[in-house]
């Protein structure tokens, strides 16, 4: 559970994402990922949850 989300979220509630990296920086991804127990999406939430830790909005 990241930031209040919910273990379960509604299909109407998700959106698809889809973008390319080079095969190198998906391979590496997919090892961290495997390597830490956790799926891929779980890594890109907890990075991007850090990045907006380390890195807050300027109002």
């Known amino acids: 559970m990241m930031d209040g989300e919910p273990d379960r979220v509604?299909?109407?509630?998700?959106?698809?994402?889809?973008?390319?990296?080079?095969?190198?920086?998906h391979r590496e991804f997919k090892l961290r990922a495997l390597i830490d127990g956790i799926s891929m999406t779980d890594l890109l939430k907890r990075s991007y949850?850090?990045?907006k830790e380390n890195h807050p909005l300027v109002s």
């Open 49 to 51: 949850a850090e990045y």
């Open 10 to 25: 509604s299909e109407r509630e998700m959106a698809d994402m889809s973008f390319k990296v080079r095969k190198e920086w």
